[in-house]
């Protein structure tokens, strides 16, 4: 198999096998994101090579590959046609694939639209992991997303409506202390319309080399503390009323929420109030990570 650039994955496919299909990010422009701020442009390899990388995935791991992701932002700007071929490819080649799995912002999943999306489905592509980042809009321009949370919830419903599973990224703390509320609030109003399947919690951490870093050392964006970042949590699921599956499955969380938000949303305020009395520095580093 070979792979170029960062390869770049969710701890949720931590068991998947990874080909790529695409190297780079199309968009590239999120102030937030390191990822491809060195390069690789964004290209799409032929065919006839990923389908290469498959065969000899399955002559290393043998047919019992139960998930598979294709790495790298934003594949689901490939050509619909190709992206359909390698997975129907993968399914003939993997028997067992019970999941196959792509990043998609919502610029490039609603350039596809509806009949793209359920002939993605229909070739046995599985779920797309979307950042929607925030519901606000004033914080999508800001931190330069490329989307605005009308294309975000119409993109959403799409994937959904087609079959797929969406898995869509919630970055806490992205709007700083000025959007806290807005953020929360526009993040939930845009989540109770789509209903995800799953909402991921992410907690801003600034990255070297990325726009925000810099925004942050000319004084320019405030970050929360970690109690702030629990209050923006508390409201943002207190107005969340969809049954989406919630998990904070990352490093830069602050507390570990896990569940369906119908059962689990009281739990979830209990601990939020409970992480709260702690002291702001029982909590991890303020910054943490090299890049
Ligand atoms: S779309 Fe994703 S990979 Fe591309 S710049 Fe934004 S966050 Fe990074």
């Known amino acids: 198999m070979r ?9 949720s496919e931590a068991n ?13 422009k999120c102030t ?23 065969l ?6 043998g047919e019992h590959v139960r998930t598979l992701f294709f790495p790298a932002g934003n594949t689901i700007a490939m050509k619909t046609d190709d992206l359909c071929e390698i997975c129907r490819f993968s399914r003939e080649v993997f028997p067992h694939l019970e999941r196959i799995t792509v990043y998609g912002s919502s610029q490039f999943i609603h350039k596809k639209g509806p009949e793209d999306l359920r002939r993605l489905a229909q070739a046995g592509l599985t779920r797309i992991h979307a950042g929607l980042e925030s519901g606000d809009d004033v914080v999508l321009k800001r931190i330069r997303k490329g989307t605005d949370s009308l294309q975000q919830i119409q993109a959403g419903k799409w994937v ?6 969406l898995s869509m990224y919630v970055i806490l703390g992205i709007g700083g202390k000025d959007r806290t509320r807005p953020h929360a609030l526009e993040s939930a109003k845009v989540l109770n319309q789509i209903e995800p399947d799953f909402i991921r919690l992410r907690t801003f951490v ?27 949590i508390a409201l943002l699921i207190t ?10 499955d990352h490093y830069t969380n602050y507390i570990n929420l896990e569940g369906k938000l119908h059962k689990e949303k009281t ?7 409970a992480a709260m009395e702690k002291d702001e520095s029982s909590f991890r580093a303020f910054f943490i990570g090299t890049a």
């Open 206 to 232: 600034p990255k070297v080399g990325t726009p925000l870093l810099k925004e942050l050392q000319n004084n320019e964006f405030q970050m929360l503390g970690p109690h702030e970042v629990l209050e923006e």
């Open 239 to 248: 107005n969340l009323h969809g049954d989406s599956y919630l998990a904070s």
């Open 32 to 54: 937030f994101c390191m990822i491809y701020k060195n390069g690789p442009q964004f290209k799409i390899r032929k065919t006839p090579e990923i389908k290469e990388d498959i």
């Open 267 to 273: 739990r979830f305020l209990e601990q939020i109030n």
């Open 16 to 28: 998947s096998l990874l080909i790529q299909a695409t190297a780079g990010c199309p968009h590239n």
């Open 3 to 11: 792979y170029e650039g960062p390869i770049y994955r969710p701890p």
């Open 56 to 61: 000899e995935a399955r002559e290393v791991y």
């Open 160 to 165: 959904m409506e087609a079959g797929m599973e």
